[in-house]
């Protein structure tokens, strides 16, 4: 990182003292048998061919018809694509891979108990078990096409059945994420309107088997009270005829699948031909600012697009192993390891637990095991891996080929370990920049065509047009050193139509800021305000600092929290750090920071003060922090965090992997 000025400007410019780094080309081996080589790609995909270059994505797809416009603008900005085009998404993941690869392996399950054998579902397995429990769903539970139902499971394969075999009947899933509370589900059952809920008793995580189906209990009282009644609940058991959970079944409401199931072996349900725009699943948001949105996908145009950036961007062909390390109850997990990895016929792994059960070797142990060429995780997740296993991957014989970074900025620090150690120097890296509202990938390198760049995301994907405004709406041009709000300047397949049940708040969340014209129905008019800042290099390259919300504005200098942290990584004794804004007086704001340290060293005053400097020297004294604190493990939240340094309430942390190291570090800060 290396220092430069203050760059002026207004106070609505965030000020940017990163220097860039090196272009990292791609190994000659991994060009020669990567999906996309022609850099043409991106003449294709310009605004000049827009909209109709995304046929290239949907022509990926098999269509029941095909559409008669591309792209509908007529309820801007709530796009429509491939209008009149119908299409299934679970015939597209599943049945049209049958004639030349039914034995191939669709799912390896990875159980977290090191005892258990791994699973291997094939394509003709998934096939039949998404069949019988479509004709579960349709003839018990009488979902139909159009009904929400709200899913509230676990990293089992028992999942993507589960949701493969709703768009199979064109029913709008809701997956919750399995770590999420009773209240939480019960939120996203009341806003989606579902009277059906999908749930697991138990499921293992850190070693302990437990208990989930309190969670479904607490989650129907709960929507009941605020109006909208479960009658149906669906329990899978994790280990058929076994209960696993001390919670009891609720007469009348609750129903074990895997006894249904029995009246259903051979069930075969033709696919609903839904038409293109049609929601396929609703996604919410965590709703830590107020209520979770609901981001409303399409069936056409999110599958194009997520199979589309699945084989050029992620590389996956049908002999790989592609492992993303992510929770399908994020939009990660329903894009890069259900429905774009299987509409492309790629093998993909689902590992039921934590990365570092029973150590830090766990995730290199399988991608040894199954031979997986292709990993995709979160930086979260690589800095955690580095802080308790530096050494580790060094000890296992996998050959990843391409390696992937998702949801949220890598610094460059931790991005070289993981090229270095984790891909062994030999593994192309996409550093990818998106949203749950987005679908699929609006920033990334094509792994064969744009060198790497430690720390940035590269230029916008094929189709997909980045700009970047000041508070003002004035553009800030490549290489002007200032960074600002990055927008995307048209839409794209992958984006969500709306959010459920709310068009204004979609309206004026995503679209309202930076709108020429609000009765507009032509497209560039309505450029997509992200939330997040970022700055463009000359070439093109975008980096991405963080949401907009996490700028701390110091006594008129707006710091991105992203580049402060990254100083900081530069300290070799740091694993992780995290940025908060404390109020202050007369600055307004300034900088608190949290570090957790690497194995084998002690926290000291030296070394507090040893972090503070390199940030002082690497950006400036204008963002050296009030504080440092040496904490022993960091919360995934920095709200935890920043009530901690401003004295307020830390609110619900239950949901956090280290609930209890928020009051140790309570505690430290007084």
Not at 5 to 13: D, K, L, N, T
Not at 110 to 123: F, G, L, N
Not at 193 to 202: E, G, K, P
Not at 402 to 416: A, D, K, L, N, S
Request: charge should be neutral.
């Amino acid at each position: 990182m290396a220092e430069k000025q203050f760059a002026g400007g207004s106070e609505a410019e965030i000020a940017v003292h990163w220097g860039e780094e090196q272009l990292i080309h791609p190994t000659v081996e991994f060009i020669a048998q990567a999906n996309m080589t022609d850099a043409s790609i991106y003449k294709r995909f310009s605004l000049e061919n827009f909209p109709n270059c995304f046929k290239e994505y949907a022509d990926l797809l098999d269509w029941y018809e095909y559409w008669h416009t591309t792209l509908d603008t007529s309820d801007a900005p709530c796009w429509k694509w491939f209008v009149g085009g119908k299409i299934n998404a679970s015939y597209n993941c599943i049945d049209r891979h049958l004639a030349k690869n039914k034995n191939k392996t669709a799912i390896h399950f990875v159980p977290e108990p090191i005892d258990e054998r791994y699973e291997h579902i094939t394509y003709r397995e998934l096939y039949v078990r998404v069949n019988e429990f479509a004709a579960l769903l349709r003839d018990f539970a009488k979902l139909k096409k159009g009904d929400r139902v709200t899913l509230h499971m676990p990293m089992v394969p028992e999942l993507p059945i589960t949701m493969l075999a709703c768009a199979r009947l064109g029913v709008i899933h809701s997956q919750v994420f399995g770590g999420f509370s009773g209240r939480a589900c019960a939120d996203r059952i009341v806003d989606s309107q579902s009277r059906v809920l999908i749930t697991m008793d138990a499921y293992w995580r850190s070693g302990t088997l437990g208990d989930h189906k309190q969670n479904a209990d607490i989650a129907c009282g709960l929507a009941a009270t605020d109006g909208q009644k479960v009658d149906t609940v669906l329990v899978w058991q994790r280990y058929p005829g076994k209960a696993s959970s001390p919670t009891p079944m609720v007469k009348g409401r609750d129903h074990f699948v895997n006894e249904l199931l029995k009246d259903f072996y051979g069930a075969r349900v033709e696919p609903e031909k839904m038409p293109a725009e049609a929601p396929l699943f609703l996604m919410y948001t965590s709703g830590t600012t107020g209520k979770p949105k609901g981001c409303q996908h399409s069936t056409g145009g999110y599958l194009a697009y997520v199979a589309g950036t699945s084989k050029f961007v992620q590389d996956i062909h049908p002999e790989d192993v592609y492992w993303c390390m992510a929770d399908i109850g994020w939009i990660t997990g329903h894009s890069y390891i259900v429905y774009g990895p299987l509409a492309v016929c790629a093998s993909t792994v689902i590992y039921e637990g934590v990365p570092t059960f029973p150590d830090a070797g766990r995730a290199w142990r399988i991608a040894q095991d199954l031979g997986v060429n292709i990993f995709h995780t979160a930086p979260t997740a690589i800095r955690a891996l580095r802080k308790l296993g530096p050494d580790e991957p060094a000890k296992y014989t996998y050959n990843f080929k391409h390696m992937t970074t998702v949801g949220e900025p890598i610094e460059p620090e931790v991005w070289r370990w993981y090229y270095n150690v984790v891909g062994k120097g030999k593994a192309a890296i996409v550093d990818t920049w998106w949203q749950t509202e987005t679908g699929g990938f609006l920033c990334s390198t094509i792994p064969a065509i744009t060198p790497m760049k430690p720390g940035s995301a590269g230029p916008g994907m094929p189709g997909i047009h980045p700009i970047i405004y000041d508070e003002a709406g004035n553009v800030i041009p490549p290489g002007a050193g200032r960074a600002g709000n990055i927008c995307i300047q048209n839409p794209w397949p992958g984006g969500f139509q709306t959010i459920w049940g709310d068009r204004d708040r979609f309206v004026r969340t995503y679209y309202e800021r930076y709108c020429k014209n609000p009765k507009s129905k032509e497209w560039r008019d309505w450029p997509y305000m992200t939330g997040d800042a970022a700055v463009e290099a000359p070439d093109g390259y975008f980096r991405i600092l963080g949401r907009v919300d996490d700028v701390i504005n110091v006594s008129g200098h707006r710091l991105g929290t992203k580049e402060i942290e990254s100083a900081a990584l530069v300290v070799e004794e740091v694993a992780e750090a995290a940025v908060v804004p404390v109020a202050h007086e007369i600055k307004g704001r300034e900088p608190d920071l949290y570090v957790a340290l690497k194995p084998g060293f002690t926290p000291s005053r030296e070394l507090e003060k040893k972090i503070s400097d390199a940030i002082a020297r690497e950006i400036g004294k204008i963002a050296k922090p009030r504080k440092v604190w040496i904490v022993k493990d960091m919360p995934n939240m920095r709200r935890v965090l920043a009530a901690i340094s401003n004295k307020k309430d830390v609110g619900d942390v239950t949901t956090l992997a280290n609930p209890d190291i928020v009051e140790d570090i309570r505690k430290m800060a007084g």
